[in-house]
């Protein structure tokens, strides 16, 4: 027990150190906070983190708009990081980093032990599922189909999966400790109403899989128990008491929540129709040639594992109904959910658990069959061990030197520079369009944005509105300029808008299954777009003709008493019409930090401007 403690404190230090050594050792002339926003995924979640740590429920980073309702957080995916950022500033990105790498080598070690893997065998098989992100990445196996969805079983992405299938696996753990005609103890039952409802506030798509897995394996755990009815009460009743206990903070979020928030992140209601829809597709990416081959292949290593009788019967039965619980699970959440969002994570999850559990099953099928030369397959073992320690480090160093040369990244630096140098109070109102640079100026403690991309903000989408309009205004840009923001764009296979993707996020996403408020209103080539989109897509935008004749006629019509004042504005000089843009030179002074960004900042600031450099060209 001491030396697999000790293993798996040697292997997290040395993937930790790894990838850190080569994230903090380069660009030392680059901030923390730049350098964790480029290098770290999902940054978007960054601001949410920020805003728990601060126990900011509905920010707005507008003084005057207060009174709004809560962002819906999805709280237990970003508390620890919250807790972390509240002790260690950014630094606790990087620290908690390293117990969540401990805590995956330790649930994983501690399930394959379950089966009776042997140490050598155990820490691969560890190893071999931790740096999958990294061979996928590394030998650009994402190019094949299927395989980018694997990513999602786990890597390091912020919280998903870093910290939402940190949950499923503890799920898992406590489920493999159990032997079969063993009733359920008090603490396992009340871990597991505590785990669901951790679930449910932060990646509702694992429970939906977790609560199936749990309903066919307690069955098959206390099959031949002669356990009475009032037993299996009890049992429902501890898990749904502490699954209400652990979701209040979840319910409050949502009760008080902002609507058009819920809208713009992707909240769908079920109908009929919809259900339909999305169960046709699911059942028939379940009845694929594929699908079935992968069912039948999978199946029969089971079967030859059971009769062998070699590996742990509970642990391999519970691995065989996680697989099917895979697509059976969602099928039942579509059957009774009335709302869903981003549904492609359903889609995402079934072939990462279905490639996990055939990765377990041939791995074993293959330790049965060279079992008389187990000390040979030691050594392979080892081999492949260091070969994945050794990929792993490349793929940090390939990754780090394709940064060093990440012109936006430099830039962004010498803007914050800047921004410091010219000492703009923290309570400065600020004008950007960029949402990194929203991100970085909110972790840096900047409290006055004149505008958020949507999915930072609690504010309702007429508020977003008429922000955009007040700033097009002050901007002094006119109809055409706000014609050509809301447009629709084809982009590669799918219609997305970049300005309005991250101002209202999903609010005009576009498929077989949705369109805004169920219309049709869009052009041919729009409609043939949206024909062809999977249900799946909730990532392709395009707004309705109605819908794009409102927003022009209230950009029209829009009066406010209110004009923006900000005390620094930042330009992406590539993507924010800089050329259109008029700005009283009388009020402000001008300079370009680079070719990237250029900057008009009060001479209430600075009195006296420092020479000036505007050339739109470069």
Avoid at 75 to 93: E, M, P, Q, R, V
Avoid at 298 to 311: A, C, N, P, Q, R
Wanted: hydrophobic share 50%; aromatic share 18%; with cysteine.
């Amino acid at each position: 027990m001491k030396n697999d403690t000790k293993n798996i404190y040697i292997l997290t230090t040395f993937l930790f150190l790894t990838k850190w050594f080569f994230v903090l050792n380069s660009n030392f002339e680059i901030d923390l906070i730049t350098k964790i926003i480029f290098y770290l995924d999902d940054r978007q979640y960054f601001t949410l983190i920020y805003n728990l740590a601060t126990l900011n429920f509905n920010p707005t980073y507008n003084p005057e708009l207060t009174d709004t309702k809560y962002i819906p957080l999805p709280i237990y995916s970003i508390l620890f990081h919250s807790l972390f950022f509240k002790l260690f500033n950014i630094y606790g990105f990087i620290i908690i980093e390293f117990f969540i790498i401990l805590s995956f080598c330790f649930i994983f070690f501690k399930i394959f032990a379950s089966l009776g893997l042997g140490r050598i065998e155990n820490i691969f098989l560890v190893l071999f599922i931790f740096c999958l992100p990294n061979i996928i990445d590394y030998f650009h196996l994402f190019k094949i189909p299927y395989v980018s969805s694997i990513k999602d079983l786990y890597n390091l992405r912020i919280p998903r999966p870093a910290i939402t299938n940190l949950y499923l696996f503890l799920f898992f753990y406590i489920l493999v400790t159990k032997n079969k005609k063993i009733k359920f103890k008090y603490l396992d039952l009340t871990l597991i109403g505590i785990i669901f409802g951790l679930m449910w506030g932060s990646y509702y798509y694992n429970l939906a899989i977790s609560g199936i897995t749990f309903l066919i394996y307690y069955f098959y755990i206390i099959h031949g128990s002669n356990q009475k009815i009032v037993n299996y009460l009890r049992d429902a009743s501890i898990i749904f008491v502490f699954f209400i206990i652990f979701s209040i903070p979840v319910i409050l979020f949502l009760i008080n929540s902002e609507p058009d928030y819920l809208v713009r992140v992707g909240l769908i209601e079920l109908t009929f129709l919809k259900k339909k829809i999305l169960l046709n597709h699911f059942i028939d990416k379940i009845f694929t040639l594929e699908f079935i081959l992968i069912f039948i292949c999978i199946t029969s290593l089971y079967i030859f594992l059971k009769y062998k009788s070699i590996f742990r019967l509970e642990s391999l039965s519970l691995l065989f109904i996680i697989f099917l619980s895979s697509f059976i699970g969602p099928i039942i959440f579509i059957v009774i959910s009335p709302t869903i969002s981003e549904i492609y994570n359903f889609s995402n999850m079934i072939v990462a658990l279905t490639f996990l559990i055939f990765v377990i099953f041939l791995y074993l099928t293959l330790l049965t069959i060279l079992k008389k030369n187990i000390k040979i397959v030691q050594h392979i073992l080892k081999a492949f061990i260091v070969f994945l320690l050794l990929i792993h480090a490349l793929h940090y160093f390939t990754l780090n030197k394709n940064n060093l040369l990440d012109v936006k990244k430099i830039h962004t630096k010498e803007l914050m520079n800047t921004i410091k140098k010219l000492n703009i109070n923290k309570e400065a109102s600020i004008l950007v369009f960029d949402d990194d640079i929203q991100i970085n100026l909110i972790l840096n403690g900047y409290k006055n944005l004149n505008f958020v991309t949507g999915v930072h903000s609690s504010l309702s989408d007429a508020q977003l509105e008429s922000q955009i309009i007040n700033i097009f205004r002050f901007l002094e840009l006119n109809k055409n300029d706000f014609m050509n923001f809301i447009k629709n764009k084809k982009e590669g296979w799918r219609y997305y808008n970049d300005k309005i993707g991250k101002t209202f996020y999903m609010k005009y996403q576009a498929n077989k299954l949705i369109t805004y408020n169920g219309s049709f209103d869009f052009s041919e080539d729009e409609m043939k777009a949206i024909s062809k989109s999977s249900p799946l897509n909730s990532q392709q935008v395009i707004i309705p003709a109605f819908e794009t004749k409102r927003l022009i006629e209230k950009f029209i019509n829009f009066k406010t008493s209110k004009m923006i004042k900000p005390d620094l504005v930042i330009l992406m000089l590539k993507f924010d019409n800089v050329k259109n843009i008029t700005i009283d030179e009388k009020l402000y002074c001008i300079k370009k930090i680079n070719n990237t960004f250029m900057i008009y900042f009060s001479k209430s600031l600075v009195p006296t401007c420092p020479s000036q450099l505007i050339d739109f060209t470069k």
